[in-house]
């Protein structure tokens, strides 16, 4: 198996820190497959002294960007146009065949199997199913394969702005060629998606194999509380990300991938995430360690031991903004539009 590997891609030291728990996350689930991480030039060297420690390689990649902001603009997601940076992986031709996975994806479970689908192998897209989603998807290798990718870009640009917009374009026959090259939908689960069709999370969500954390908020971007085990956000927080599998990225950043970086970050301050209550000895840039870490077990019993913060509650909206906030992808998960309360609106429905 050393000619096949999951890639993933990093533009900065925050999808680093995703792409250390995505990488821990695979090992952890005894993968035999190689791990690539991808990295771009803003990734610090700490930070990439740790991708070394967790992946088997760590490739320095120039950064594409679409270039195309009317587009991006579109889609209010100026962010996304540095993704054309994951077409480098398709140069990766030491090896036969790989499996790309997003940064601000994680492992539940071992998917090697998906190293027995063909190019281009990827899950509906839950926004457009007729779309794949490219935060998971099987490919070969190829310099020919490369160099088209770039020309279309060139040309064409991207319907979306981004890389799923070209990739989707590119390999436009998946919806309808060959229905072996779906992957089904719990090998990229979009923590989104889980709201918007909870009677299907309920029934199949237990057979989860990867979940991608979409929308801008990532995991990263939350604060982690060791003494009380919750995960905060800010107060402008529309939380998508399901708490169970926010704790699960949490545990093994805390308890794996932070010593990590302790160590090679060494007397240079980071931001850790960990809100911890500062000893009297301690100097100001000096982080203890997380000592008090949120269990797997505690996990695996969903959230009865373990909370989410909830943001402050918003003024009253009507239903009109509340329809617009829900169509941008901004539903109010952690507050009138929680799990909870759309599980209560279904039971009462249905009775």
């Known amino acids: 198996m050393a000619d096949q590997a999951f890639v993933t891609l990093a533009t900065n030291d925050n999808y680093s820190k995703g792409a250390m728990v995505l990488g821990k996350s695979l090992r952890n689930h005894k993968t035999s497959r190689k791990l690539v991480a991808l990295i771009g030039p803003h990734v610090t060297e700490p930070a990439r002294e740790v991708l070394r420690k967790i992946y088997d390689e760590v490739r320095l990649v120039d950064v594409l960007d679409?270039?195309?902001?009317?587009?991006?603009?579109?889609?209010?997601?100026?962010?996304?146009?540095?993704?054309?940076?994951k077409l480098h992986c398709w140069t990766l031709t030491h090896y036969s065949k790989c499996v790309f996975m997003d940064a601000d994806t994680l492992a539940l479970a071992n998917v090697d199997e998906l190293f027995d689908r063909e190019e281009l192998s990827a899950a509906p897209d839950p926004g457009w199913p007729d779309c794949f989603n490219s935060g998971v998807f099987v490919f070969r290798p190829s310099n020919e394969t490369y160099g088209k990718l770039i020309q279309r870009c060139t040309e064409n640009g991207s319907f979306d702005g981004g890389d799923q917009g070209v990739l989707n374009s590119f390999f436009s026959n998946w919806a309808t060629q060959d229905i072996a090259k779906h992957l089904p939908f719990i090998y990229n689960l979009s923590s989104i998606a889980i709201y918007s069709y909870l009677p299907a999370f309920k029934q199949y969500g237990g057979d989860a194999k990867v979940v991608h954390f979409l929308g801008k908020m990532k995991p990263w971007n939350y604060s982690y509380d060791a003494k009380s085990r919750t995960v905060k956000g800010d107060s402008q927080d529309?939380?998508?990300?399901?708490?169970?599998?926010?704790l699960q990225w949490w545990d093994i950043y805390s308890s794996v991938v932070l010593p990590l970086m302790k160590e090679h970050y060494g007397n240079q301050p980071f931001y850790t995430g960990i809100d911890e209550p500062k000893q009297p000895s301690e100097t100001p840039h000096h982080h203890p360690p997380a000592h008090d870490h949120c269990r797997q077990e505690e996990i695996h019993h969903g959230v009865s031991?373990?909370?989410?913060?909830?943001?402050?509650?918003?003024?009253?909206?009507?239903?009109?903004?509340?329809?617009?906030?829900?169509?941008?992808?901004?539903?109010?998960?952690?507050?009138?539009?929680?799990?909870?309360?759309?599980?209560?609106?279904l039971d009462s429905f249905l009775n």
């Not at 679409?66 to 940076?85: E, I, N, Y």
């Not at 529309?238 to 926010?246: A, D, E, G, I, R």
């Not at 239903?319 to 941008?328: F, L, M, T």
């Open 238 to 246: 529309q939380s998508t990300l399901h708490p169970s599998y926010l």
């Open 66 to 85: 679409s270039g195309d902001t009317a587009h991006l603009a579109l889609m209010k997601r100026p962010d996304l146009g540095v993704t054309f940076t």
């Open 305 to 345: 031991h373990i909370h989410v913060s909830m943001p402050p509650q918003h003024p009253s909206i009507s239903s009109e903004e509340r329809k617009q906030k829900w169509e941008q992808g901004q539903a109010d998960y952690m507050g009138m539009d929680s799990f909870d309360n759309i599980q209560r609106k």
